[in-house]
């Protein structure tokens, strides 16, 4: 039986509307009672996963999220970190340079929300809605961010994106992923970060293993899991490239795919 089960948020977990079904968070329940714990994995924010957590009782339970793309691990029951990697200040400034420089905006976050100098660029709009938290405009967002973080990002047209991916790999790639959640996000990590990296550790402080481990996600980043886990679910609203890595396919976000697949694998006792 897989006893822990990595969920997605983002065009798996939730729907269209950013909301999460009766039907799923039914079958999450049954789950958990079960005896499964449930991994919340994405590449928002902290802030902008909690009540996604409060939203299946998980705060105060046991659970995980897993924050950043893999950057930070945090016990839902205890409300502590549990692991975290950071990418350190010369190299986040040298990327908020760097999209100053070439009209792109970056972002960061406060305790509140996104805090970036393109409060109207339409991608941090997009970054904002989809963590459902609000934007902060800051004049020199250098200046505002004074301390490691484990995620922040250059946010744009893809073709900008891939052009600026191009010229900071040489800058920062020795100590710092560039990766890509959508198109017009790009994700600034440290160097070996992924969904999959921060799994394995958070497998190893469960004692459990790659067997017990089930995925469900729709994107590229969530690949690195799908190599690890002993059943990779992608959601049918997935790319074909994505569904071509997984072992099995589900029902879209909106029709209730991450239920059927908790029905198909997890609750068949």
């Not at 972002?107 to 459902?132: C, F, P, Q, W």
């Not at 469960?206 to 996600?217: A, Y």
Request: hydrophobic fraction near 40%.
């Amino acid at each position: 039986m897989y006893t822990v089960v990595a969920l997605d948020l983002d065009g798996t977990l939730t729907n269209e509307k950013k909301e999460i079904t009766p039907r799923t968070r039914d079958a999450i329940k049954r789950a958990r009672e079960q005896g499964c714990h449930i991994v919340l994995a994405s590449g928002r924010p902290l802030l902008g996963i909690e009540h996604v957590a409060s939203s299946l009782d998980l705060m105060g339970s046991e659970g995980t999220i897993l924050a950043y793309n893999g950057g930070q691990l945090f016990d839902t029951r205890t409300s502590q970190v549990l692991w975290e990697r950071t990418v350190d200040l010369e190299t986040i400034h040298t990327c908020f340079s760097y999209a100053r420089e070439h009209h792109l905006a970056a972002l960061s976050y406060d305790e509140e929300g996104v805090i970036t100098e393109m409060a109207d660029d339409v991608h941090v709009a997009k970054e904002a809605y989809n963590n459902a938290i609000p934007i902060k405009k800051v004049s020199n967002l250098i200046e505002e961010v004074q301390h490691p973080m484990p995620k922040v990002m250059i946010v744009g047209e893809p073709l900008l994106l891939q052009k600026a991916r191009e010229d900071l790999l040489p800058l920062v790639g020795d100590v710092a992923d560039l990766g890509f959640s959508e198109p017009c996000f790009m994700e600034i990590t440290a160097k070996g970060v992924q969904k999959a990296s921060s799994l394995q550790v958070l497998l190893s402080l469960l004692g459990k293993d790659e067997s017990s481990l089930m995925v469900i996600g729709d994107g590229l980043n969530d690949l690195p899991m799908f190599g690890i886990a002993a059943l990779a679910v992608a959601m049918d609203n997935a790319s074909d490239e994505v569904k071509s890595h997984a072992h099995v396919i589900t029902d879209s976000n909106e029709h209730d795919g991450v239920a059927l697949a908790f029905e198909r694998y997890i609750l068949t006792k």
